[in-house]
């Protein structure tokens, strides 16, 4: 980013002393966040479908006689790399998107990520996800609401954070051919901390969005689609990887 864009992002950051009680933008955010809200409901309605339904979860996994998971059928496989897929490809074909758009691919990607969770239901216990989704949605109000309030411009921090969910990217892609145990640990602490970073992070950076975008309701429209999918990917990894440090599997 350049130093002219910085400073810009420090000028708002400094002189929108009313932003906790601009109308406007809480309108703006609460359109954010009820959409990532309505996203994990939607997702935890397909999860439950896809772990609990036996024609449709044999579609997508192979369990054995007692019900624990032991792979994933092609269609399974094709389900849940399919995101990474659509976000690449929509990062160079949908350059001026429109509202309906946007919105299309907040939700195609919310129906993938959340037919793929089934995989939790399998191999974690009921109890486990509940409570390790209550911490996640605890601490997402946490840093949300910092990357909200903060003064201090995240802009390097997230350019930072953004290196790290390629590593990990890279990471987890080995991992599926090596199986270390040490090494998803260390995956999962340091995804923890990278995706709790970016979630305050993208809080802000929809902050500054909704100020540099003015009156344009079409952008803002996008804005909110973008912002409630970055989000929503930022609490389902986060999930995920505290429900892998410290989930408790099903016997």
Do not use: C
């Not at 002393?17 to 601009?22: E, H, N, R």
């Amino acid at each position: 980013m350049s130093d002219f864009q910085r400073a810009r992002h420090a000028t708002i950051l400094s002189t929108r002393a009313d932003m906790a009680i601009d109308a406007g933008l809480r309108s703006f955010m609460i359109g954010v966040y009820n959409k990532v809200a309505l996203g994990l409901l939607v997702s935890a309605a397909l999860a439950y479908l896809t772990s609990s339904v036996p024609p449709v979860r044999d579609l997508m996994f192979v369990t054995s006689a007692d019900g624990h998971l032991a792979g994933m059928t092609p269609i399974g496989w094709i389900v849940a790399i399919a995101p990474l897929g659509i976000l690449l490809v929509s990062g160079f074909a949908m350059r001026n998107p429109t509202s309906g758009a946007a919105s299309a691919l907040y939700w195609t990607i919310v129906a993938l990520i959340g037919a793929s969770l089934g995989v939790v239901g399998l191999v974690y216990t009921g109890a486990s996800i509940v409570s390790m989704f209550l911490i996640t949605a605890t601490a997402f109000g946490a840093l949300s609401l910092f990357g909200y309030v903060t003064k201090k411009d995240l802009t390097g921090f997230g350019s930072f954070l953004i290196v790290g969910v390629v590593g990990l990217v890279i990471a987890s892609l080995v991992n599926l051919f090596l199986r270390s145990e040490l090494m998803q640990f260390m995956i999962s602490v340091i995804g923890v901390f990278v995706f709790a970073g970016l979630i305050a992070y993208d809080t802000q950076r929809l902050k500054i969005a909704y100020y540099e975008l003015g009156g344009a309701e079409a952008a803002r429209s996008v804005a909110t689609s973008y912002g409630a999918l970055n989000l929503y990917i930022n609490f389902i990894n986060l999930f995920q990887f505290l429900l892998s440090l410290f989930g408790q599997r099903r016997d």
